[in-house]
Nanobody, 115 residues
Framework: QVQLVESGGGVVQPGGSLRLSCAAS????????MDWYRQAPGKKRELVARITNTGGTYYSDSVKGRFTISRDNAKNTVYLEMNNLQPEDTAVYYC?????????WGQGTQVTVSS
């Protein structure tokens, strides 16, 4: 059974930082590309960051320079370090594991940026 479990969300003031984690089980984690998506109320789910199985990274323009994605294959875990958070970063953040056409989603973790 495949499981992706996100953690690390919470409430933070503007300018603050959070580190999200997504622990995977039931898959050969090392061969999967791992993505972080987010969905704000009333908006479409959007890709925030990706790390390939070989360590290549991609960031959306809205988070480039503020967010860092990384992975630890020994722990089957992907991370999203988020710095200088702004109110527009408020959303539910989801991790996604992707290998060719097969993808799995986590349940999401809420990030709220508010003063």
């Amino acid at each position: 059974q495949v499981q992706l479990v996100e953690s690390g969300g919470g409430v933070v003031q503007p300018g603050g930082s959070l580190r999200l984690s997504c622990a995977a089980s039931g898959i050969d984690f090392s061969i999967y590309a791992m993505d972080w998506y987010r969905q704000a109320p009333g908006k479409k789910r959007e890709l925030v960051a990706r790390i390939t199985n070989t360590g290549g990274t991609y960031y959306s323009d809205s988070v480039k320079g503020r967010f860092t994605i990384s992975r630890d294959n020994a722990k089957n875990t992907v991370y999203l370090e988020m710095n200088n958070l702004q109110p527009e970063d408020t959303a539910v953040y989801y991790c996604n594991a992707l290998f060719q056409t097969v993808g799995y989603w986590g349940q999401g973790t809420q990030v709220t940026v508010s003063s």
